[in-house]
Structures are given as structure tokens and as C-alpha cells.
Antibody
Framework: VQLVESGGDLVQPGGSLRLSCAAS????????MTWVRQAPGKGLDWVAN????????RYVGSVKGRFTIFRDNAKNSLYLQMNSLRAEDTAVYYC??????????????WGTGTKVTVSS | QSALTQEASVSGTVGQKVTLSCTGN????????VGWYQQVSRGAPKAVMF??FLPSGIPDRFSGSKSGTAASLTISGLQPEDEADYYC???????????FGGGTKLTVL
């Protein structure tokens, strides 16, 4: 199982960025996926989840209306479209897959992360 | 402020048993199982426990448990390579959000 993020960059406040995550080694279209971020010197913060078929997504309140999680199962890829970026969105963004065990969902495998810096 | 509360730091000597705690409420730990994640030197996190289930490749000195609204990760026979930040995580029904603890920095003396 491998997850490789890309697309992180330096962007000005108010700008946009699209992160990508290339998945391999597992049946991508069967798993919930997620984005988790980590601001400099801080802990882990969940950003968004998406269902295997892409029809259902959930977001943390601070990014609702600004970020969109989506996926292309034909390309085994997960995305995060980030608009109206703020300084507080500065973080390393991790792509991760879930695993379901005994009817509970756990974040299972993590990517290596991509760095987003929002600054003028 | 995190929905889940963890100790800021814990330390132990090689071979010692240490327990990390994660405290929540009836909307999160009281309802759902807890995952634990190890992050070494701010690298990519790695899952070390799913509830009380050990992921493939994780040494059996790691164990997990839960009682009511609190969960714990125990490392029996601490090793130098266990030095890392550890995070607990679960779903929160009230927040409708996945939540993480603030993390515990484990130091191996």
C-alpha cells in the first residue's frame, strides 16, 4: 500500500491550491479516504473524509465551504481543492486510507505528506 | 483545545512498561473504538493500534484498551525506537468530526 501526495506550495492568502494523492497497492475504489493536516509544531487535525464511491464527504467546520475533497477512482487518486486559503491553513497535509475492523473505522495507512504554506 | 486529552509528555527507561492515556466523553470514546498513531521526528504517522487489535508489523509489546470514556496504549518493554509522539483518534458523534488528541511525547531515557 502506497500513498503519495503532491501539489503543496507557497500560496498567498485568498489563493487556491489543489492537492493530489496517488494510491497504489490496494483496491482504491473500496475504501474511505481522508485528509489530515499538521500545522508547524502542532498536532494532527482531521480535514475531510470521502466515501468509496465519492458520493458522500464530510469536513471539519473550519474548512467547510472553502475546501472540497473528491476522488477519481479510475485514476486511483484522491484530491483536495483548497480555496480562500488562510494563514492558519499552513500545514503538512497527509492523505490516508481507512480500514474497517469490527464495525469501526480507523485511519490505517498514511502518505508522506505535502507542505502547504499560506503567506504573503 | 482537542476533544481528546492526552498527557503532554511521558518518559521511561529501556525495558520499562509505560501507559499513555486518552480521555474523551460519551460522544467519542464512549461510543467508538480508538486508534493510536506513532509519529517519529515529525515524519509520516504510523498506526500502532486499532482498538485492541495490533496492526501487521507492529511489535506485540504494544497493546490497547478502553474503559468507558478513556482509552490507553501500553508499551511493555520499552525500546529506544519507541521514542516518538503518539496520538489517539476516534469519531465524535456530537461534533460530526474525526478527532485527535493533542499528542503525547514519549521519551526513552
Amino acid at each position: 500500500v502506497q500513498l503519495v501526495e503532491s501539489g503543496g506550495d507557497l500560496v498567498q492568502p485568498g489563493g487556491s491550491l489543489r492537492l493530489s494523492c496517488a494510491a497504489s497497492g490496494f483496491p482504491f475504489n473500496q475504501y474511505y479516504m481522508t485528509w489530515v493536516r499538521q500545522a508547524p509544531g502542532k498536532g494532527l487535525d482531521w480535514v475531510a473524509n470521502i466515501a468509496p464511491d465519492g458520493t458522500a464527504a464530510r469536513y471539519v467546520g473550519s474548512v467547510k465551504g472553502r475546501f472540497t475533497i473528491f476522488r477519481d477512482n479510475a485514476k486511483n487518486s484522491l484530491y483536495l481543492q483548497m480555496n480562500s486559503l488562510r494563514a492558519e491553513d499552513t500545514a503538512v497535509y497527509y492523505c490516508a486510507k481507512f480500514i474497517r475492523l469490527n464495525n469501526y473505522d480507523y485511519i490505517h495507512v498514511w502518505g508522506t505528506g505535502t507542505k502547504v504554506t499560506v503567506s504573503s | 483545545q482537542s476533544a481528546l486529552t492526552q498527557e503532554a509528555s511521558v518518559s521511561g527507561t529501556v525495558g520499562q512498561k509505560v501507559t499513555l492515556s486518552c480521555t474523551g466523553n460519551n460522544n467519542n470514546i464512549g461510543r467508538y473504538a480508538v486508534g493510536w498513531y506513532q509519529q517519529v521526528s515529525r515524519g509520516a504517522p504510523k498506526a500502532v493500534m486499532f482498538g485492541d487489535f495490533l496492526p501487521s508489523g507492529i511489535p506485540d509489546r504494544f497493546s490497547g484498551s478502553k474503559s468507558g470514556t478513556a482509552a490507553s496504549l501500553t508499551i511493555s518493554g520499552l525500546q529506544p525506537e519507541d521514542e516518538a509522539d503518539y496520538y489517539c483518534s476516534t469519531w465524535d458523534y456530537g461534533l460530526n468530526s474525526r478527532v485527535f488528541g493533542g499528542g503525547t511525547k514519549l521519551t526513552v531515557l
